[in-house]
């Protein structure tokens, strides 16, 4: 079983449309997740960390359910500029700063 | 206000021969890693330096071999290039303490032929 799991979509949705992704994690001892931002043929970029409590950033909202070990990202009123692949990221110390990505899932948005 | 930066961006190579890919972070972060992605296999990690003096393979090590030069620099270094390292190579760094915040390079687009 993968560390990190996602569905890899694509997700298309019109424009303005609600989207939500999940994503599963295997290893209970993991301490810190991320969603992260990657638009075609560029770097991962840092989207949002994921809080026990849930946390919002404009239309981004995140949440985390460790008893079930996922996490989930909604996106309300999607935007063209919205298209990307988002991945999921988990993290925990063990040595060193182990971080797994998982491979994405990937989000088109239509006009 | 540079972050990552990775070089070179893109490359062909012949199999055979040798490159050495470089990063340099001006973060002052400890960990570097270098990952690579390819379709429907996501980032995997080749190798990591916990801090300055220090690397360690990580998940796909083979055929790699990499040097943290200082705290600020982490190449890695392909002997013998083949086909299956036909990828896209990213350098990161993490902030100490903040697990998981990484930033990245802007990739290295590797062809070998």
């Known amino acids: 079983r993968k560390e990190v799991e996602q569905d890899p979509g694509p997700f298309n949705v019109p424009e303005g449309a609600t989207v939500a992704f999940n994503c599963t994690y295997s290893?209970?001892?993991?301490?810190?997740f991320f969603w992260y931002r990657q638009d075609c043929r560029k770097e991962p970029k840092l989207l949002m960390s994921v809080y026990s409590s849930g946390n919002e950033d404009g239309r981004f909202t995140a949440q985390l359910n460790r008893a079930s070990q996922y996490i989930s990202l909604l996106i309300r009123d999607s935007k063209l500029s919205d298209s990307a692949t988002y991945l999921c990221?988990?993290?925990?110390?063990?040595?060193?700063?182990?971080?797994?990505f998982g491979i994405g899932t990937k989000l088109q948005v239509i006009p | 206000n540079a972050g990552v930066t990775q070089t070179p961006k893109f490359q062909v190579l012949k199999t055979g021969q040798s490159m050495t890919l470089q990063c340099a972070q001006d973060m002052n972060h400890n960990s570097m890693y270098w990952y690579r992605q390819d379709p429907g296999m996501g980032l995997r990690l080749i190798y990591y330096s916990a801090s300055e003096g220090t690397t360690d393979k990580g998940e796909v090590p083979n055929g790699y071999n990499v040097s943290r030069l200082n705290k600020r620099e982490f190449s890695l270094r392909l002997e013998s290039a083949a086909p299956s390292q036909t990828s896209v190579y990213f350098c990161a760094s993490l902030e100490t303490g903040k697990l998981g915040e990484a930033f990245f390079g802007q990739g290295t687009r590797l062809t070998v032929v």
């Open positions: 290893n209970s001892a993991s301490q810190s």
């Open positions: 990221v988990v993290s925990r110390s063990g040595g060193y700063q182990k971080v797994t």
